[in-house]
């Protein structure tokens, strides 16, 4: 599991005074499309919300933040979704992909629910810990000024 790889504990990239550009993490939606930094770049905000499908309540805020976007994207704002469980130290897990796809359709989210690799899953989980966050559910703010956590 993910969270057992303690040997990256004490790297710089896990460090709460070097956290790197969340932006820059290689990643794809869940219907595989490539998502970069020139994704991110479109907005003055990008508001980044970390959940997993198995979380009830991360999927009843959904609905919320498509609200928000719908409210927000001509301001400047954006959303965008990291599904944290559809890939695992096995590779990519079907049944959560899958999910994910489901959980996009019924909720009507019009933002694209993310894929991080293995590696960025890990990085986004020490994200959480260093933001002092519980549980899956969190919601990072990202500005083209200072891309940084």
């Known amino acids: 599991m993910l969270s057992e790889k ?6 710089e990239a896990f460090n709460k005074e070097s956290v790197k550009d969340l932006r820059k993490l290689p990643t794809k939606d869940i219907n595989g499309k490539d998502f970069t930094s020139k ?3 479109k907005y003055d905000l990008t508001m980044v919300n970390v959940f997993a499908t198995w979380c009830t309540a991360c ?11 719908n409210e927000m994207k001509s301001k400047g704002v954006n959303i ?8 695992d130290d096995n590779g990519e897990n079907k049944e959560a ?5 489901l959980i996009h359709e019924k ?3 019009s933002y694209p ?4 690799d293995g590696m960025a899953t890990l990085f986004l989980t020490k994200i959480i810990r260093c933001c ?3 549980g899956v559910m969190a919601t990072i703010a990202l500005d083209n000024e200072h891309p940084r956590i």
Do not use: H
């Open 80 to 87: 965008v979704g990291v599904v944290t469980d559809p890939v």
């Open 132 to 134: 002092e966050c519980c």
């Open 39 to 41: 994704d991110f770049e």
């Open 59 to 69: 999927v009843k805020e959904i609905p919320d933040l498509v609200e928000v976007q």
């Open 107 to 109: 909720t009507k989210a």
């Open 97 to 101: 992909i899958e999910k994910s796809k």
């Open 6 to 11: 303690t040997d990256l504990e004490n790297t």
């Open 113 to 116: 629910f993310l894929m991080p």
